[in-house]
T-cell receptor, first 112, second 119 residues
Framework: ETGVTQTPRHLVMGMTNKKSLKCEQHLGHNAMYWYKQSAKKPLELMFVYSLEERVENNSVPSRFSPECPNSSHLFLHLHTLQPEDSALYLC???????????FGSGTRLTVV | AQTVTQSQPEMSVQEAETVTLSCTYDTSESDYYLFWYKQPPSRQMILVIRQEAYKQQNATENRFSVNFQKAAKSFSLKISDSQLGDAAMYFCAYRSMTNYGGSQGNLIFGKGTKLSVKP
């Protein structure tokens, strides 16, 4: 158990579907992150939440919509995705955007 | 903007031998953190070792050690007595200490090096 739990582990969705990815941490951290990991590319930071407020949005298309209802939960709402959005989506948390990040095991997303 | 480069897409090592993974970075800052993360097939990113730039002493964690060359902006990872369980993707990452807001507070990753361990 890593302390950061992501569900679902795998997701296959059509381009017209709407789905959500969930991330949960019970480490007492107050910053949470979404990263996209594609093959042969560096991890791409998508969104950062600190104290439940979004502090960064790295030019992510609007078909990705994050939500952080409290310091323990982070969602990524997906709609009308494209096949190139297929990737591993990793959630992480840290204390005060501090030293180490604790990562979840990711959601493997396939858009068909 | 800071960048992290891992020039070795793949590496291989014999069990019980030593292997070194390379990482270089580009920054104009003087204070920052550097990290090595391991990602096994389970996909979870695991922190292997961390180095504070203001410390001259190289960090060590059991069989893992780094060679931090600040002037050269180099941060290599040495794995001694390699084990089968060391097989994974290894990512080098940079984090600014300048402030906690915006992109300067976030981890910037390299593309990774896939390490194979031969029995």
């Amino acid at each position: 158990e890593t302390g950061v739990t992501q569900t679902p582990r795998h997701l296959v969705m059509g381009m017209t579907n709407k789905k959500s990815l969930k991330c949960e941490q019970h480490l007492g951290h107050n910053a949470m992150y979404w990263y996209k990991q594609s093959a042969k590319k560096p991890l791409e930071l998508m969104f950062v939440y600190s104290l439940e407020e979004r502090v960064e949005n790295n030019s992510v298309p609007s078909r990705f919509s994050p939500e952080c209802p409290n310091s323990s939960h982070l969602f990524l709402h997906l709609h009308t995705l494209q096949p190139e959005d297929s990737a591993l989506y990793l959630c992480a948390s840290s204390q005060d955007m501090g030293l180490g990040y604790t990562f979840g095991s990711g959601t493997r997303l396939t858009v068909v | 903007a800071q960048t992290v480069t891992q020039s070795q897409p793949e590496m291989s090592v014999q069990e019980a031998e030593t292997v070194t993974l390379s990482c270089t970075y580009d920054t104009s800052e003087s204070d920052y953190y550097l990290f090595w993360y391991k990602q096994p097939p389970s996909r979870q990113m695991i922190l292997v070792i961390r180095q504070e730039a203001y410390k001259q002493q190289n960090a060590t964690e059991n069989r893992f050690s780094v060679n931090f060359q600040k002037a050269a902006k180099s941060f290599s990872l040495k794995i001694s007595d390699s084990q089968l369980g060391d097989a994974a993707m290894y990512f080098c990452a940079y984090r600014s200490m300048t402030n906690y807001g915006g992109s300067q507070g976030n981890l910037i990753f390299g593309k990774g090096t896939k390490l194979s361990v031969k029995p």
